[in-house]
Structures are given as C-alpha cells and as structure tokens.
C-alpha cells in the first residue's frame, strides 16, 4: 500500500477531539499540580517519585528501573532524586553485591511526606477530573488512556 502524497488533514471530529485534548489536559494538570504545591509542598515529579516508592516493597526500587516505569531519562530522575536527598525524604544505596546497581529508598521522613501529601491528593484528583465525569465517560477514558499508553509505549521501544 502507497502511503497517502498529502497532509492527512483532521476530520472536523477529529479536530474537535484533539483540540478537547489540548485544552483539557493543561487545565486538568495544572490545577492538581496546584493544589499539590499549596498543600504539600511537593512538586509533581516529587509526587510521582513518591506515590512509587510509598508503593514498592521495602519502599526502595532499583534506579534504573523507576527511570523506566516513570518514562523519565536517567538524567532527569537523577536531578530530581539529588533533589530530593537534600530535603531528606529519599537516600540512594548501592546494591550489595552488585558494584554498579543502586536504589533509592524513601526514608522515614519521605514515608510521613507520602503518607500526608496522599489523601489532599486524590481529593484533588477527584475535584479537577474523576467527580467531574460520569462513569461511563471515566470507563472510556481509562480505556482510551491505555490504548494509547501500549501503543505509544510500543513505539518508544522501537525508537
């Protein structure tokens, strides 16, 4: 098959579902990114490093694999976890027996961060995205969300 010669131009559905997307998204995000600030303290990338970690067992993961699971380079969890070593709610530790691995552990003080920047969190995702939409419309958006995660998290793979 001949790829197409020209632009394939939006359809007017298409547009009006991408240009939804681009209003929506930033409004969403900013306004949880907001309440996050005010009532935490922490940024997003805090958070994200955070609610992972709060999760993981032992609340340690190895660094590279949560560069991976956040779709973040190196570099940038690197920046961001020195960050976080100078406010004391992480540390990083080498792997035992293994000379080149090396994790990141929340410490007591990033678990007592987590634990109270949690509950102002999800009642800020509620406020700005899953109270605002009915179930079904929720129901579609996970649905959508993952189509495009696979599809996108395939192609970066590949790339």
Do not use: C
């Not at 570099?75 to 100078?86: A, C, I, K, V």
């Not at 406010?87 to 109270?116: F, M, N, P, S, Y």
């Not at 509950?119 to 419309?137: A, M, Y």
């Amino acid at each position: 098959m001949t790829p197409p010669s020209g632009p394939r131009w939006l359809s007017e559905a298409e547009q009006d579902a991408w240009y939804a997307w681009r209003r929506m998204f930033p409004l969403v995000n900013a306004g949880i990114a907001r309440d996050l600030g005010q009532d935490s303290g922490l940024s997003e990338a805090d958070y994200d490093v955070l609610s992972v970690l709060g999760s993981a067992d032992g609340h340690r993961m190895r660094i590279s694999a949560l560069a991976v699971l956040l779709h973040w380079s190196r570099s940038r969890l690197s920046h961001q976890l020195t960050r976080m070593e100078q406010r004391g709610i992480v540390r990083r530790e080498e792997v035992a027996g293994d000379g080149r691995g090396a994790e990141v552990v929340l410490t007591g003080a990033g678990v007592d961060t987590i634990t109270a920047a949690a509950p102002l969190h999800v009642e800020s995702v509620r406020r700005h995205l899953i109270d605002v939409l009915t179930p079904d419309q929720l129901r579609t958006l996970a649905e959508v969300g993952e189509v495009l995660r696979e599809r996108l998290g395939a192609e970066r793979k590949r790339g």
